[in-house]
């Protein structure tokens, strides 16, 4: 069966530091790849979607970018963190085209 | 534009009672609708999902959900909660060939005793 992890599950770092979250996905090959953030009171909001490695699309322009260095990793960085960065942090996996969505436990990142 | 809507909030309901939470949608045809459940500090789980077919779907963990494509409804119900289904509930939905799921605000749950 497949499995997504995600680290770290807690982030507490100062505003103009740099960001690198990562997602794996386990038991599965080419998945499709999300990271969402949800934020107090603004629900879910998708971020980058990737359909293969080195395929990213960015839906909201932003501090943030992903990379996708292989088939089941994904990862979400920042070169200098903002407070509205904050936020917890979650991705999902899908197969097919596209698939139903499965989601990780999160990471939750503090900007202060 | 493609919106899903949770009119409530939050909803506080006994333990043992029944639960229907309420999900709309605003689509130029009918979406692959889905439940999420998302307990404190936690992923999202899926609770059930449509695509096409028999419009009631049953899940995990007892909830069921009915689409009304009349009422652009996809309401999720479960006849006895326990403690344990305390939690936000997300209805998303997305058009067939589109990777972007749209997201209700969600409903909270609060189970009393």
């Known amino acids: 069966s497949q499995t997504i992890h995600q680290w770290p599950a807690t982030l507490v770092q100062p505003v103009g530091s740099p960001l690198s979250l990562e997602c794996t996905v386990e038991?599965?090959?080419?998945?499709?790849l999300y990271w969402y953030r949800q934020a107090a009171g603004r629900g879910l909001q998708l971020l980058f979607y990737?359909?293969?490695?080195?395929?990213i699309s960015s839906e909201v322009p932003q501090n943030l970018s992903a990379s996708r260095p292989q088939d089941r990793q994904f990862i979400l960085s920042s070169k200098k963190l903002l407070l509205s960065d904050s936020g917890f942090y979650l991705c999902?996996?899908?197969?097919?085209?596209?698939?139903?969505?499965?989601f990780g436990p999160g990471t939750r990142l503090l900007v202060l | 534009a493609q919106s899903v809507t949770q009119p409530d909030i939050h909803i506080t309901v006994s333990e043992g009672a029944s639960l229907e939470l309420r999900c709309n949608y605003s689509?130029?045809?009918?979406?692959?609708l889905f439940w999420y459940v998302q307990s404190p500090g936690q992923g999202l789980q899926l609770l059930l999902k449509y695509f096409s077919g028999d419009t009631l779907v049953q899940g995990i963990k007892g909830f069921e959900a009915e689409f009304k494509r009349s009422q652009s409804s996809f309401n999720l119900r479960k006849p006895s909660v326990h403690w344990s289904d305390a939690a936000e509930y997300f209805c998303a939905a997305r058009v067939a060939n589109d990777y972007k799921l749209s997201f209700g605000a969600g409903t909270t749950v609060t189970v009393r005793a």
């Open positions: 038991g599965t090959s080419n998945p499709n």
């Open positions: 689509y130029g045809a009918t979406p692959y």
């Open positions: 990737s359909v293969g490695i080195g395929q």
């Open positions: 999902a996996w899908s197969l097919g085209s596209p698939g139903t969505q499965y």
